[in-house]
């Protein structure tokens, strides 16, 4: 019986992994072949197994030694057969382990998931709404239009709602899918003469409805409509709803007015650009998940230099990974410049501003500080040293740098000279005004 080493190995692993992580990795893999030497295991598809392979293949290598199951583990992909959609008494299609009332779901990245998902002040609301109604909280009420450009988490928050309810409530009637499969799925309707179909299962059979992407929509004027009406019975008749879009409602064109309404009828929050410490927090969990050391000076090279869309890190790490696989040598700074660089081009010319950032969060002090008319040597130290670099670095005029803090021209000089005074006279000074340099160039 090939079941019983595998069934034990898998109770080992179990013991081992959190429920999460081994309800979503370990538990889809079956055993293929198992004669003592050799445990081929199989999952579901490409994705699936490439991650497996990366993070979990060889813990069960281990496991399968220490028991005695195999010498070997193999992981492949199962042959690609055509989804089975059985019919429920009600005459809807359900996916095969779903239970009755059945779903429509795009496909999902198995890591999208809420423990994956790293929180900062950027996407809090967004994280806390998404998990709210993904348990059936109504914390933030049952309807959420959640927007943001590119890479800032939507779809991932979006994905972990989905993960999370058909965990713990499979049976929940729920249907994911885009704006532009939806509208092709009307059009289907109309074409078929079908539509009373299509309205029940987006009207009765539907506990939850998510649809990504809605600014897709513009001009699409009896797309809105059929969408409308739909929101229109799920809101009110208390059922969850969620939507995505890369514009801010007030800024998709072509919208009818009815429809931007009901859209953002319940609650409405974007997705800003992580801040510093909260890129810092994704990069090191990154690096972790691809087995690369989190040195900081590495982190914090590359938190500075990679903003905005997260998967801008993902593509970084991954080139980090290949050229430290390739020199046989741990991933460094030198490694990690080079990748950065040729991601986003070189270092955009170095401004007043990005070093009064960069002093704000070296000293922990606010840009509002910088400007006060504080006289704590917490505060006058940064400033005169965020003055001196200004004049070092940037093309800006003593008046300039005085109005970025609020002073004039002759505390600008004075500062400059301060400071110059500090590094011949105190080498700490000396060091932390080099350190400061290089991590400005």
């Known amino acids: 019986?090939?079941?019983m080493p595998w069934h034990a190995l898998k109770t080992s692993l179990h013991e081992t992994l959190p429920d999460s992580e081994f309800g979503l990795w370990i538990k889809p893999l079956e055993c293929r072949r198992q004669d003592g030497r050799l445990l081929e295991l199989v999952g579901p598809d490409r994705f699936f197994c490439a991650w497996v392979e990366d993070r979990y293949l060889g813990l069960i290598r281990e496991k399968a030694r220490e028991q005695?199951?195999?010498?070997?583990?193999?992981?492949?992909?199962?042959?690609?057969?055509?989804?089975?959609?059985?019919?429920?008494?009600?005459?809807?299609?359900?996916?095969?382990?779903?239970?009755?009332g059945g779903a429509r779901l795009r496909s999902l990245h198995p890591a999208f998931t809420f423990e994956q998902f790293m929180v900062g002040e950027s996407n809090l609301l967004a994280r806390s709404a998404c998990q709210a109604l993904a348990t059936g909280d109504a914390t933030f009420g049952n309807c959420l239009f959640m927007n943001s450009s590119t890479g800032l988490g939507k779809s991932h928050l979006t994905q972990a709602v989905v993960h999370q309810v058909l965990r713990s409530a499979p049976a929940t009637r729920l249907h994911y899918l885009t704006a532009q499969q939806?509208?092709?799925?009307?059009?289907?309707?109309?074409?078929?003469?079908?539509?009373?179909?299509?309205?029940?299962?987006?009207?009765?059979?539907?506990?939850?409805?998510?649809?990504?992407?809605?600014?897709?929509?513009?001009g699409k004027n009896k797309t809105q409509e059929e969408l409308n009406t739909i929101l229109d019975y799920l809101i009110k008749s208390g059922r969850r709803v969620i939507l995505t879009s890369a514009l801010p409602v007030s800024r998709?064109?072509?919208?009818d007015e009815d429809f931007r309404s009901r859209m953002t009828s319940g609650l409405v929050t974007g997705i800003e650009s992580p801040d510093y410490e909260t890129r810092a927090r994704i990069i090191r969990h990154k690096l972790q998940l691809h087995g690369l050391a989190a040195d900081e000076d590495l982190v914090g090279f590359m938190a500075e230099n990679l903003q905005g869309d997260i998967r801008r890190m993902e593509s970084a790490i991954i080139g980090i990974?290949?050229?430290?696989?390739?020199?046989?040598?741990?991933?460094?700074?030198?490694?990690?410049?080079?990748?950065?660089?040729?991601?986003?081009?070189?270092?955009?010319?170095?401004?007043g501003e990005a070093i009064?950032?960069?002093?704000?969060?070296?000293?922990?002090?606010?840009?509002?500080d910088l400007?006060?008319?504080?006289?704590?040597?917490?505060?006058?130290?940064?400033?005169?040293?965020?003055?001196?670099?200004?004049?070092k670095h940037t093309a800006k005029s003593l008046a300039d740098i005085g109005s970025m803090y609020n002073r004039d021209h002759s505390t600008v000089l004075y500062a400059i000279k301060a400071i110059t005074l500090d590094?011949?006279?105190?080498?700490?000074?000396?060091?932390?005004i080099d350190l400061l340099s290089a991590k400005l160039k």
Do not use: W
């Open 1 to 3: 019986n090939l079941t």
């Open 68 to 100: 005695g199951v195999a010498e070997e583990v193999r992981l492949q992909v199962a042959e690609s057969k055509p989804m089975q959609i059985e019919s429920s008494r009600q005459g809807q299609l359900r996916l095969p382990g779903v239970a009755g």
């Open 182 to 218: 939806f509208s092709a799925d009307m059009v289907k309707g109309i074409r078929t003469k079908s539509m009373e179909q299509f309205s029940r299962k987006y009207i009765t059979d539907c506990d939850m409805l998510l649809v990504e992407d809605v600014h897709t929509l513009t």
């Open 252 to 255: 998709i064109a072509g919208i």
């Open 321 to 351: 990974k290949a050229k430290s696989s390739l020199h046989g040598a741990p991933a460094d700074l030198a490694m990690a410049r080079e990748v950065v660089f040729n991601l986003i081009g070189a270092p955009a010319e170095i401004t």
């Open 356 to 368: 009064r950032d960069l002093i704000g969060r070296q000293f922990r002090v606010s840009v509002d």
């Open 371 to 391: 400007r006060s008319r504080s006289r704590k040597r917490a505060i006058t130290f940064p400033r005169q040293v965020a003055m001196y670099l200004t004049r």
């Open 423 to 432: 590094m011949a006279r105190q080498p700490s000074v000396r060091e932390q």
